[in-house]
């Protein structure tokens, strides 16, 4: 009976440990890596275990379930933002049993010590890798080396058409969102600071509203444009226009060049010393010259 009880206790660690890496994923992803990695290296530094057992079949217990149902999202339908999500997982589930077996024999002392110290690492190494990754991954991933095609904005304020390379600013900044989309709308701020940093720069700073098909969300729209009053301007487009341009989520930027080349595309983030590959502010400067 004990040894039934330990197995159902053991399932119910790795299903915990799986439930909590998944959601962790509503706030960021930045903040789900360094979620998945600490909970799964407290998770294997912890799993019952003896001298006796089998370190792969612990392994695959404690981690199966999130590799199972998360990791098949990245691995079968390419989206490589969530790769490093998945193999943290692997990587420091295998890194706490395998520290579990070495201290078996040691004081409790060691392993709470080792806990607070690779935990405590994992959160700059965490931010340092996910924030360089996201915004490679999908700034590298839709470049298009011709222009884009000649795509038309809908103005939501004045009702008015506008095609993108009658635009005659140097630099065009595409913020694609949708009224539905909370980190949309929280994003704006930055939007806002983005434009004000390049003021009476050769520059069109602009969001893009994606999916406005319907009478009640486009209320919505004009609601928020009337109670928030950001000196970008707010468009729309057909969805087509958003995935022929790679949008395949909001918010993201896209950065045209004069030539109208997608220069980037990926995050909004401010000047950072985490990142090490190009942010949107360096590739705007970069196109403003």
């Given at each position: 009976?004990?040894?039934?009880r ?33 909970i ?16 792969l079949?612990?392994?695959l ?6 590799f199972?149902?998360?990791g ?13 999500i998945?193999f ?17 024999n040691?004081?409790?002392?060691l ?7 690779i ?10 890798i ?10 590298e ?7 884009v ?15 993108v ?20 709308i ?33 209320n ?6 009337r ?18 341009l ?35 502010y360096?590739v705007?400067?970069k196109?403003?010259?």
């Amino acid at each position: 009976m004990k040894k039934y009880r330990i197995v159902f206790f053991e399932i119910l660690i790795s299903i915990c440990l799986s439930l909590v890496a998944i959601l962790s994923g509503g706030i960021n992803w930045v903040f789900q890596f360094i979620v998945v990695g600490i909970i799964y290296f407290l998770g294997g530094l912890f799993f019952p275990i003896n001298k006796a057992s089998n370190k792969l079949f612990v392994f695959l217990k404690l981690t199966g379930p999130f590799f199972l149902v998360y990791g098949f999202i990245p691995l079968v339908r390419g989206y490589f933002h969530l790769y490093p999500i998945v193999f943290n997982c692997l990587l420091m589930g295998l890194l706490g049993i395998v520290l579990n077996a070495y201290l078996m024999n040691r004081r409790q002392l060691l392993k709470t010590l080792y806990a607070i110290v690779i935990s405590s690492l994992l959160i700059p190494v965490g931010y340092l890798i996910m924030i360089n990754w996201i915004v490679f991954v999908s700034s590298e991933k839709y470049i298009k080396r011709e222009p884009v095609a000649n795509f038309i904005l809908y103005d939501i304020e004045s009702h008015q058409e506008v095609k993108v390379r009658d635009i005659k600013s140097k630099v065009v900044v595409l913020d694609f969102w949708n009224i539905n989309c909370a980190p949309c709308i929280r994003q704006f701020p930055e939007l806002q600071k983005l434009k004000d940093y390049f003021v009476n720069k050769d520059i069109l700073v602009c969001s893009v509203h994606i999916n406005l098909n319907k009478d009640n969300e486009m209320n919505l729209v004009n609601q928020f444009i009337r109670k928030n009053r950001y000196s970008f301007g707010y468009f729309a487009v057909e969805d087509f226009v958003a995935k022929d341009l790679g949008v395949v989520g909001t918010p993201t930027i896209i950065i045209l060049n004069s030539d109208r080349h997608i220069m980037y595309k990926g995050d909004l983030h401010m000047n950072s010393s985490a990142l090490v590959v190009d942010n949107p502010y360096d590739v705007i400067r970069k196109a403003l010259q």
